[in-house]
């Protein structure tokens, strides 16, 4: 199950913070390393500052945008040292975090995201992830670095995984099975395509698209619903086309 569970850094700047990072991620038995856009990998200091973790370093996937790292996940929680203006669902407390993760990643790939050294992630990357997580720290220097944060998260992770561990019932949703960011983009794609084709959206800079977009995020559809929403669209939309001549 561990193995379902993918560490993404995004645009990481400094090459020793992957190597710190992929020696916190073993440490907690993960191996699943996802780099976008590295600055410089492969490099020696990753190298080095790896230690024992070299084969999780040498395993990494490097991938050129966050939509393609998480392409096949069914959840995808940003760390983010503050809210950002896209009303995602937000994990106050790591550990609830973590339990969520475990349980999804019973049954298919979930993945925990960092973005930058130095300002994190962006807007239009957080819209790629269905949940955001906060690490409390003392509000008067709550810094952390790269691989301190990812350390964090992973030992809050495999500290849920411990405790589920032999509780099957416990740990597998019974939501039903989730559905992936690419099939969740396909479907916001044919939403927007929709409202617009209905006259629903006519402003181009209207943010009806970015709340509902996060109100699916809070929904967490299975992909059954997801497939009733699609057909749902679909039956709208033959209605919107012009009869044929």
């Keep these: 199950m561990l193995d379902n569970i993918h560490i993404v ?7 020793g913070n992957i190597g710190a990072s992929a020696r916190a991620m073993k440490t907690m038995g993960l191996t699943r390393l996802t780099l976008v856009n590295p600055r410089c990998f492969p490099d020696a200091e990753a190298t080095r500052l790896a230690a024992g973790a070299t084969d999780v370093i040498e395993d990494a996937r490097v991938v050129t945008s966050l939509e393609e790292a998480v392409s096949d996940c069914v959840q995808v929680v940003g760390a983010s040292a503050r809210l950002r203006s896209l009303p995602l669902p937000h994990f106050d407390e790591p550990d609830e975090m973590a339990r969520t993760l475990v349980a999804n990643a019973t049954q298919a790939p979930v993945a925990l995201v960092f973005g930058r050294e130095r300002y994190g992630l962006t ?27 990812v350390q964090v998260l992973a030992h809050e992770v495999y500290g849920a995984w411990r405790r589920q561990a032999g509780k099957p019932s416990a740990a597998t949703p019974t939501h ?3 559905p992936s960011q690419q099939q969740l983009a396909y479907f916001h794609e044919h939403l927007q395509r929709v409202m617009e084709g209905s006259g629903f959206i006519n402003q181009p800079h209207a943010r009806t698209s970015d709340h509902l977009h996060a109100l699916f995020a809070r929904a967490q559809p299975n992909r059954k619903e997801l497939s009733l929403l699609r057909g749902l669209l679909s039956a709208l939309e033959a209605h919107l086309e012009p009869p044929s001549s």
């Design 123 to 149: 807007n239009d990357e957080i819209r790629h992830c269905t949940h955001q997580v906060s690490i409390p720290a003392n509000p008067d220097y709550g810094v952390l670095n790269l691989s301190q944060a």
């Design 176 to 178: 039903g099975p989730l």
């Design 9 to 15: 850094l995004v645009q990481t700047f400094h090459p």
